[in-house]
């Protein structure tokens, strides 16, 4: 079970820091829990399909960005574009 929490407290800190526009670095948070960057990757992923279901019921418009320019993950409104 041990894995399972450290996912879960995992998952939440990248949340958090997202969600208080922190950003997140992959090379930092994967540091910091002890697992690959790729692991980090998917946590992202998990969190992107979160809203992007989300999305769809129209709870929420957000967007998970990367800026090359931080090397890090941010959490973005999404502005809809009406033609």
Known sequence: MEFRENK????LSIYDCL???????????????????R???RDI???RAYYAERR???ADSFIII???KSGRFYLEEERIVLE
């Not at 879960?8 to 998952?11: A, D, G, K």
């Not at 969600?19 to 960057?37: H, M, P, Q």
């Open 8 to 11: 879960s407290i995992r998952l």
């Open 19 to 37: 969600r208080n526009g922190k950003g997140v670095n992959k090379l930092e948070i994967s540091a910091r829990f002890g697992v690959s960057t």
């Open 39 to 41: 692991t980090i990757q």
């Open 45 to 47: 992923d998990d969190i």
């Open 56 to 58: 769809i019921t129209n």
């Open 66 to 68: 990367f800026d090359k």
